[in-house]
């Protein structure tokens, strides 16, 4: 008898137990005589030693061998080189602490054409995952290796570079690889791609849906309007907002034509030329088109703004947020339209609301008009600044806002984070030189953990190239806590200035 | 006359003037910064550590000599004092971290792997741990060299001979009852053991630990989880069972095996060797430069168990290197995986010689080679080691030219330029770290086998070695 059946055998047996049925032992195969030294053995004894020795010899035998599985295909060959190894330990420390300098490192990388080692791709994949901003720097950073790799994982599929088959993404994936197929088909083809998910909409799984109605966002055009308008009745509360946020972009739409004929009836000019005011009413409530159109008094008052006033408020303030600039302006200009807006009553929820719709309907005028004004107010916590609003913003007004800090206009800072990083060298030397000034002064606790915020922030984006840029701060400064801020500071700022030279210096 | 005791009488002549001798310190900042980050007890912990690299951090560290030392700041009024003893890599800080190594120790290796740590002499504190280290391990050769003393007290041998002797007769009792249990499973059957209670193997492995036979106790707790481990779980248990009765049998008859296979009979059934005993008995002591092969730490809430594969240049020997600690204490000397040590290890009496201790380690230097093998040498050399010792349970190879490859169900595999492929363990989770560093092209990688599943170990990508842990 072989191995392999004396086994099987046993196994049978060993299972039922000795105890039932007559047993027919099996003979042990003739290698195994040294069973029979030593005797007289019982039923039981002889199925456990055949048991044990039959078992080392099936492990020994045991072959490796015979399974058919497929080698991966191989990566394409690498062009960049690899980053140094000092630049690499800089990566693996940001990828552990400060994922803010990422961008940073993968700009300067990508610039000079290195590529991220490729035993750090895995790590860095995982903390870009999710992160649209860093997807197209990274898939660039991480070579034909890199790009390979995010192959072999759906849920970095982001980073696996022009998704050549997007269609197949989109007709056999799953969750967010559809929802990117959709992106990339949206940027070849945005008509085409609206029109094939119209087709498909009923066949999509509810929580795709919200997530392809916001991928519309970029790429949005008039044509898109018609089934976004449609999507303002859907069944699910996540895509009626989605569909609200995209349609903001869309100035001509019937979504903005109704905030416009809506807002005539709570904002009109009084007065002539000299005497001219802004008068404001407030809403009541909300009615049932406006909820259809996403404006909606807050479920409790958590949501509102105090400095902008009430639930009332809020909802003035939603209703500017929607009405295309050029609207709310026509015979005022923006700039004068603004002014107004401050000095009349429930102002306030005005000039929030007119800043909001400069940047989502992406109105350069408004926008520069908005940062003039904000400068010259020198009151750039008091509105409610949308992020976009600086980040985007022509250079002239980049200008002033640095020689608003210049000036010393300290609330100018608050909103220095939105300025998108690195600095140039003008807005960081200004900005550093405001801040040492600023720290020279006394301040309470919430003030010094907030200048510590501000400082921290400030290491991460100003222009390392600034010389000087780590002297000059008073110390010990603040209370306990916040002491650590300029050593912090120093700490990145040098941190900066070396990942860049290890990414520049001979490899 | 024991290694040990060499090293520490060497260490205690240096003194902070003469310790910090420029060439030790270049020999021992040879210490690579991924080897560091390989020693960390988890994620959170490398993490921690890479944010305390910085020298703001620190308003007081430096080397002395082998004595890496430094004060951090943290969030109490006093800074927290961290001292690592480089040649070892034993170390200590003043922090209440249950993580050992601790994010301060962590972060301090790293920057002196980084090369950020410059010559200062140790403060007080530093010294007199290393002091006390050094003291400790005198006091340990001593107390050895005083018990291996042939003019040791009669009584206390007596005693001893007859502690050896109640051991004896209790493993033999339960060696004998060990058996009679087995054939009750056998006469039941399998089917009737998988729907027993878990006191069913519970009461078994409880006597067993009352008779001194830990190993034989530790072998019957596993076989509840085999018994429902789903399809091929009959086979399987047979055969735990009968690798239990085989080893009863051999106990029982132990005077007829070769002396090495005693050794490991008695190994299995629960004795244990302390390391001045397994010095004194110096049944196998190789020097050589040890690579070494990768780390594996397995935990469960009471037991940390580190295995560490070396693998020696010259002789191409493989030793495996167990460290043990009761729940989160830190564990012993750490080697950082893909590093090099000349060392001297002494194995473990055995018919397959694997385990070992380390009885002296310095720096290694120069280049190293690696005993590679292709699949079907491993098979071999494995079914060898299990013809020595039938018990043999796991060791590591270093497997060149070999690609990632998939199967239809989703397995993965090792395939290697023949086309035999291994099948690689199913809890393994680093597959994308492999992908990154093979590309689909061969690489080198070592790895645990059991016969039955690969679980890798780490790569060389480039030369580098990789950890493939996680």
């Known amino acids: 008898m072989s191995v392999s059946a004396t086994w099987t055998t046993l196994v049978q047996i060993a299972v039922v137990g000795t105890q039932r049925d007559a047993v027919r032992l099996p003979a042990a195969p003739s290698d195994f005589d040294t069973i029979g030294n030593v005797a007289p053995l019982t039923t039981e004894d002889t199925v456990l030693r055949l048991a044990g020795m039959l078992g080392v010899a099936r492990r020994a035998g045991a072959s490796p061998f015979g399974d058919s599985a497929t080698p991966i295909p191989a990566a394409a060959a690498d062009t960049l080189p690899r980053c140094s190894t000092a630049a690499a330990s800089d990566l693996i420390y940001i990828l552990a602490n400060d994922i803010d300098l990422l961008p940073e490192w993968l700009l300067v990388a990508n610039t000079t054409n290195q590529r991220i080692p490729e035993t750090l791709l895995p790590a860095v994949f995982e903390r870009a995952r999710g992160r649209k901003e860093f997807r197209d720097a990274v898939t660039v950073a991480a070579g034909a290796r890199g790009r390979w790799l995010a192959e072999q994982n759906p849920e970095w599929r982001a980073f696996a570079g022009a998704a050549d088959d997007a269609e197949q993404q989109w007709r056999t994936g799953t969750g967010a690889a559809r929802v990117t197929a959709f992106a990339a088909m949206r940027a070849r083809d945005a008509a085409g791609a609206r029109q094939l998910l119209e087709r498909s909409w009923d066949e999509q799984g509810a929580s795709e849906r919200a997530e392809f109605v916001a991928a519309m966002r970029a790429h949005v055009s008039d044509d898109d309007e018609p089934f976004l308008e449609s999507l303002l009745d859907d069944r699910s509360k996540a895509v009626r907002e989605r569909a609200v946020t995209v349609l903001a972009y869309l100035p001509n739409s019937r979504f903005a034509e109704r905030a416009r004929s809506l807002v005539e009836g709570f904002v009109s000019v009084r007065g002539g030329i000299f005497g001219q005011k802004l008068d404001v009413v407030l809403p009541e409530n909300a009615n049932d088109a406006m909820r259809r159109d996403g404006i909606e008094a807050p479920a409790d008052g958590s949501r509102t703004d105090r400095s902008l006033g009430g639930p009332r408020a809020w909802l003035l303030r939603q209703i500017v947020e929607r009405v295309p600039p050029a609207h709310l302006s026509q015979t005022l200009g923006p700039r004068r339209f603004l002014d107004l807006a401050a000095d009349a009553e429930h102002g306030s929820a005005l000039v929030a609301g007119a800043m909001q719709a400069a940047v989502t309907y992406g109105d350069d005028a408004w926008r520069a008009a908005c940062i003039d004004f904000l400068c010259e107010r020198n009151d750039f916590m008091r509105w409610a600044t949308p992020a976009g609003l600086i980040g985007a913003a022509p250079q002239p007004q980049r200008d002033a806002l640095v020689h608003a800090i210049k000036r010393g206009r300290a609330t100018a800072l608050t909103f220095l984070h939105v300025v998108p990083a690195p600095w140039d060298p003008a807005l960081s030397e200004a900005a550093a030189d405001l801040m040492r000034t600023l720290f020279a002064t006394a301040g309470d606790d919430t003030e010094w953990a907030r200048r510590r915020l501000l400082l921290l922030e400030a290491s991460r984006r100003l222009d390392v190239g600034v010389p000087g840029l780590a002297q000059g701060w008073p110390e010990p400064f603040g209370v306990e806590r916040t002491r650590d801020a300029p050593l912090l500071f120093a700490a990145t700022i040098e941190f900066r200035a070396g990942m860049r030279a290890h990414l520049k210096a001979e490899r | ?470």
């Open chain 2, 1 to 470: 006359m024991s290694a040990g005791r060499k090293r520490s009488k060497n260490s205690k002549l240096i003194s902070p003037q003469n310790r910090a001798a420029p060439a030790k310190q270049k020999q021992i900042s040879e210490v690579t910064p991924d080897q560091v980050r390989s020693l960390a007890p988890d994620a959170a912990s490398a993490k921690a550590g890479e944010g305390l690299v910085g020298a703001h951090h620190w308003p007081a560290r430096g080397i002395d000599g082998n004595l890496l030392w430094g004060e951090c700041r943290g969030s109490g009024k006093e800074p927290y004092r961290a001292r690592i003893d480089t040649s070892t890599v034993t170390y200590k800080c003043s922090c209440p971290s249950r993580k050992f190594p601790c994010k301060h120790v962590l972060g301090l290796l790293l920057a002196y792997a980084g090369g950020a740590v410059s010559n200062v002499g140790a403060p007080a504190w530093a010294l007199e741990w290393l002091a006390e280290r050094e003291a400790k391990a005198e006091r340990q050769a001593d107390r050895a060299t005083r018990e291996a003393t042939p003019t040791d007290d009669a009584a206390k041998a007596a005693a001893a001979a007859k502690r050896a002797d109640t051991r004896e007769r209790r493993v033999a009792g339960g060696v004998a009852e060990c058996e009679l249990w087995l054939r009750d499973v056998i006469r039941l059957g399998l089917a009737h053991a998988q729907t027993s209670p878990t006191t069913f193997w519970e009461t078994r492995a409880a006597r067993l630990v009352d008779a001194q036979c830990p190993g034989l106790a530790s072998r019957v707790r596993t076989l509840p989880g085999i018994a429902v481990s789903g399809v091929g779980w009959e086979e399987r248990l047979l055969a735990a069972l009968g690798e239990i009765a085989l080893l009863c049998t051999a106990y029982s008859r132990l005077p007829s095996l070769p002396a090495p296979l005693q050794a490991d009979v008695r190994r299995y059934i629960g004795w244990s060797q302390t390391q001045d005993e397994i010095v004194a008995r110096g049944f196998d002591v190789v020097t050589d430069v040890w690579t070494i092969l990768g780390v594996r730490t397995l935990k469960d809430d009471r037991l940390t168990v580190q295995r560490t594969w070396l693998q020696g240049s010259r002789t191409g020997r493989t030793a495996l290197v167990l460290n043990f600690a009761a729940g989160s204490a830190p564990l012993g000397e750490l080697f950082a995986p893909g590093s090099r040590h000349r060392a001297t290890l002494v194995y473990l009496e055995s018919a397959a010689p694997l385990r070992a201790i380390v009885a002296e380690r310095t720096t290694a230097d120069g280049d190293t080679r690696l005993v590679t093998k292709r699949v079907d040498e491993l098979a071999a050399t494995f079914a060898e080691a299990l013809a020595r010792d039938p018990w043999f349970e796991r060791s590591a190879f270093v497997i060149d030219d070999v690609v990632p490859a998939k199967s239809a169900d989703g397995s993965w595999y090792l395939r290697d330029a023949d086309g035999h492929t291994l099948r690689i363990a199913r809890d393994w989770q680093a597959h994308h770290q492999l992908l990154a560093c093979s590309g689909g092209t061969s690489v080198r990688i070592s790895g645990e086998w059991n016969g039955r599943a690969l679980v890798p170990l780490g790569a060389w990508a480039d030369d580098a070695y990789v950890a493939l842990t996680t």
